[in-house]
């Protein structure tokens, strides 16, 4: 079974409990050229929409659950108008408005940034609870989306606090537009969004806000001029040295 | 210690071992490939250096040295690249680099100024300007202008102030601006941009890569 965004909890747990094999379409799991989506899509396009239409052709899947509406976004609305046409099995969407907070334990905890992402992406495929973790002084802050190239995170501190979609993501509440929007005009933060995505749209606006940000987007790969503004920003903001 | 910073059209050095230490410049193509310096900045500087500096911090640290005022905007102009670094009361509040969409400007103004034959410290700034995104886009817009009338010199001038307003709003739109990179040298360029423009040259991220190297004393 593919998921597509933060499918609603009922859902989750029906699907728990067929124990159906998931897999997230919006990571990076068949290595295929991107260049094969510009049959179903326009080229500039959201490079993670456009890894859930590669990963829907390559992989073995008997349905697909996309989230769309304000919990995801308008381009997977259309992504799975298009997907629902063109492949043969079905392609289901759901509007997920789930307001129960499950916490940030992840968000806030010390560890490699790459890592805490990939826990909270994990996360969202299962109903538990999450486990206590303590939470650590941030140096750092991104603010964001769970980016497609994961190797730009690697540039933060551990102690890198997350914001944004993704703590919506751990919080099981992806259409909660406050939580999305808060951050800690403290820390210097990366305010991150994929290029394409209506997402940079907020991601400039709260940077603008921010005493002390940098305003990030990036579309497939982190290019060499993309790790330079982080790594630059970092050092320049204090947040982290030279060394780290 | 050798210092360098290597651009896209031409590698800047400077040796703090001298007795008189001077920056230099060479052209880009005439680097030998097995040049090896002590510290490098620029988007070749890994191919000839183990301690890399990366373009931003060099930009700001050269910046702070040079300018020492608590609130100032500086923009560098390159080949390839622009990228600014604005700093408040002291500490950095904004940084932009723009390597993809709206690059390669420094270099097209040098290959028109080159295929036209165009002296652009003789060239006035023109009433009006296009909107261009880069540069590669920007010459289909020259080409546009000519085939309405326009004349050569005059669209190429209408470019270059385009692209000033480009990256004065790129870093801002800073009343003031310091200026840095190979574009200093271009004085229809550096008149384009609205408000006041200070230009400090070609040699602010080697200043900074000094100040990384805690070697600003070296190079009075």
């Not at chain 1, 992402?117 to 303590?134: G, V």
């Not at chain 1, 994961?150 to 997350?162: D, E, G, Q, W, Y």
């Not at chain 2, 690249?81 to 009361?89: A, G, T």
Request: net charge neutral.
């Amino acid at each position: 079974m593919g998921i597509v965004g933060v499918p609603p909890l009922h859902i989750m747990a029906a699907l728990e409990k067929c124990r159906a094999t998931l897999f997230d379409l919006d990571e990076t799991i068949v290595r295929r050229d991107m260049e094969e989506t510009i049959l179903y899509l326009p080229r500039v396009y959201c490079a993670i929409l456009r890894t859930v239409v590669i990963n829907s052709l390559h992989l073995d899947l008997q349905a697909i659950i996309m989230d769309v509406g304000p919990g995801k976004c308008d381009c997977a609305l259309h992504v799975a108008t298009i997907l629902a046409d063109r492949l043969s099995i079905p392609v289901l969407t759901t509007i997920n408005r789930d307001t129960t907070p499950y916490g940030n334990p992840l968000c806030t905890a010390d560890m490699p940034l790459p890592e805490k992402i990939a826990q909270i992406c994990k996360s969202i495929q299962s109903t538990a609870r999450h486990r206590e973790l303590p939470a650590c002084l941030p140096t750092a802050a991104f603010w964001g989306v769970p980016p497609r190239d994961f190797s730009l995170l690697a540039l933060f501190p551990n102690t890198t606090h997350v914001y944004g979609w993704t703590r919506c993501m751990e919080n099981k509440t992806p259409a909660d537009l406050r939580l999305e929007s808060l951050y800690n005009a403290a820390v210097p933060t990366v305010f991150f969004a994929q290029s394409f995505c209506a997402k940079t749209a907020l991601a400039k606006h709260l940077a603008d806000k921010h005493p002390c940000a940098l305003f990030l987007d990036n579309d497939i790969s982190a290019g060499s001029s993309v790790r330079a503004k982080i790594q630059a920003f970092l050092e320049l903001s204090g947040a982290c040295h030279a060394s780290c | 210690m050798l210092l360098a910073d290597f651009g896209t059209t031409y590698a800047k050095f400077i040796d703090l071992a001298a007795p008189e230490p001077h920056p230099y410049l060479e052209a880009a193509k005439k680097i030998k490939a097995d040049l090896r310096v002590d510290m490098a900045t620029g988007h070749n500087a890994k191919r000839y250096t183990t301690k890399y500096v990366n373009e931003l911090t060099a930009l700001a640290r050269g910046g702070e040295y040079l300018i020492n005022e608590p609130d100032f905007t500086l923009l560098d102009c390159g080949s390839r690249d622009i990228k600014f670094i604005r700093y408040e009361k002291g500490k950095m509040a904004d940084m932009g680099w723009n390597a993809e969409c709206g690059a390669s400007m420094g270099f097209t103004i040098e290959l028109l100024g080159r295929y036209y034959n165009i002296d652009f410290t003789k060239l006035e700034v023109p009433q009006t300007s296009f909107s261009v995104t880069c540069g590669v886009l920007g010459i289909s817009q020259i080409f546009d202008e000519i085939t309405t009338g326009c004349d050569e010199t005059q669209a190429v001038a209408r470019f270059v102030k385009s692209i000033a307003l480009n990256a004065h709003r790129f870093a801002g739109e800073p009343d003031r601006l310091y200026l840095s990179g190979g574009l200093c040298a271009n004085p229809l360029f550096v008149r384009s941009f609205p408000g006041t423009v200070i230009p400090l040259g070609r040699f602010v991220l080697l200043r900074g890569l000094s100040v990384v190297a805690g070697m600003e004393a070296s190079w009075p």
